[in-house]
């Protein structure tokens, strides 16, 4: 692969001063050698990879001796270039500092449909309307990712972060509402228990009293049963 940039790519013939001797294209990332000679960077690393020689003169080199020319680079960056969708249509030259800026917006870019499901690729103008009519369209995920998912229409007027929130708060005032009747239900029982607990003590009282009557009731009619003999004896 070249390490330059293609001679086509420009609007109009670039110098010869900018092309490098080993791709002939015009110089990207330009270095110069300690013989002066200059050359796209990936280019003479791949050259010196076989040899340690200059391309042109054939005195050897160091890669440490290497050094990078800043300034051809950005006088290289100010010239004019097409945009890569030239034959698609697009019209437009930026400088070739810009170009990659250009591509990001340009209308004859082709793009993916965004749909799951479909492979379809438009230009980037007309991918709106493509959208519009996408058969894969009718049903997608909402992309703010709360995981529902919608038509068209649905899509419109789909609100994700509304819907999070009213259901949040359904579901707070659903926890309040079971914290209160769990509340109350507390005391309820706390009642109740306080009520046993009386009654157990009065049903306490009550059979201790019974204890002690019964507890002395044999000793008296013991003492009334002879008095009651005699009498019904005689």
């Not at 200059?54 to 004019?80: A, D, F, Q, S």
Request: charged residues 25%; contains cysteine; proline residues 6%.
């Amino acid at each position: 692969m070249s390490g330059g940039y293609d001679l086509n790519l420009f609007a109009s013939p670039p110098d010869c001063n900018f092309l490098c001797s080993v791709c002939h294209g015009v110089l990207k990332r330009p270095v110069r050698l300690p013989c002066s000679h200059i050359f796209c960077k990936k280019c003479i690393l791949r050259w010196l990879a076989r040899q340690k020689t200059c391309p042109c003169c054939r005195k050897e080199v160091k890669r440490k001796k290497m050094v990078h020319v800043n300034k051809l680079r950005r006088t290289i960056g100010r010239l004019e270039v097409k945009c890569k969708n030239a034959e698609a249509g697009c019209s437009v030259t930026c400088p070739l500092a810009h170009r990659r800026g250009h591509q990001d917006s340009c209308p004859f870019e082709l793009m993916a449909c965004p749909h799951e499901g479909c492979t379809a690729r438009v230009l980037r103008g007309a991918l709106a309307e493509h959208r519009q009519h996408c058969p894969h369209g009718a049903q997608e995920r909402c992309p703010l990712g709360c995981g529902a998912t919608l038509g068209p229409v649905e899509r419109a007027r789909h609100n994700c972060y509304r819907e999070l929130r009213e259901a949040w708060s359904w579901r707070q005032e659903r926890s309040r509402t079971l914290v209160l009747g769990l509340l109350r239900r507390m005391r309820e029982v706390h009642r109740t228990a306080n009520l046993v607990r009386r009654q157990l003590a009065q049903l306490g009282g009550f059979l201790e009293e019974e204890d002690a009557m019964l507890v002395g009731a044999p000793q008296g009619e013991a003492e009334a049963t002879p008095e009651g003999s005699m009498g019904a004896e005689m």
